[in-house]
């Protein structure tokens, strides 16, 4: 017996619960009740879908994301990260980056979930910058060795002035970021 099926309604109610609630409380204040509360559903309906605040902001997070991270083709390795990396650092300065904080402080905490959100959340976008890596590199543009290593320097910078200040995330950071990772594919 598969029961009767889900309702999508309720499935946006919470979603926009949690977000709203990440972005007028922080992470910490949230909470399974207070989602279930916000989305006027019961702790059961949220816990049938979620083991904790963590999978319910996780999913939040990738519902505004999806087919929003862009994949550049510019004709450059420079031109394709910095297209990609402004489009990101832009995202951060709104509820993209208060939801990954929150994501990053459930992970510390919780092993499983971190890898987690690394399959769901993270290796999609490095597959994104190894696909430009990889035309950059059929272009004749990289002769570095470490796609990974390249894929760190792009991702990097970024998550560490999220989690410690997103003041520096911005168009002019993206271009010297771009600049940068350019120059070392560059390197053998």
Do not use: C
């Amino acid at each position: 017996m598969s029961g009767r099926p889900r309702d999508p309604g309720v499935d946006d109610a919470i979603l926009r619960a949690t977000t709203d609630l990440v972005a007028e409380d922080g992470y910490r204040a949230v909470s399974i009740e207070g989602i279930a509360a916000r989305a006027g559903v019961s702790k059961q309906t949220v816990y049938r879908r979620y083991r904790g605040k963590g999978e319910a902001i996780l999913d939040a997070l990738s519902a505004i994301a999806l087919g929003k991270l862009p994949v550049p083709d510019t004709g450059t390795l420079r031109g394709d990260l910095a297209e990609l990396l402004t489009a990101t650092f832009e995202a951060q300065q709104g509820i993209s980056g208060v939801l990954n904080r929150a994501l990053a402080a459930e992970s510390i905490q919780d092993e499983a979930f971190a890898r987690h959100v690394w399959e769901r959340l993270i290796l999609p976008r490095r597959d994104v910058v190894r696909a430009l890596i990889a035309r950059a590199r059929e272009r004749g543009e990289v002769a570095h060795p470490g796609d990974d290593f390249l894929i760190d320097l792009v991702y990097g910078p970024m998550w560490y002035r999220l989690l410690f200040g997103r003041e520096g995330l911005d168009a002019a950071y993206a271009e010297q970021l771009a600049d940068t990772v350019t120059a070392v594919a560059r390197t053998a």
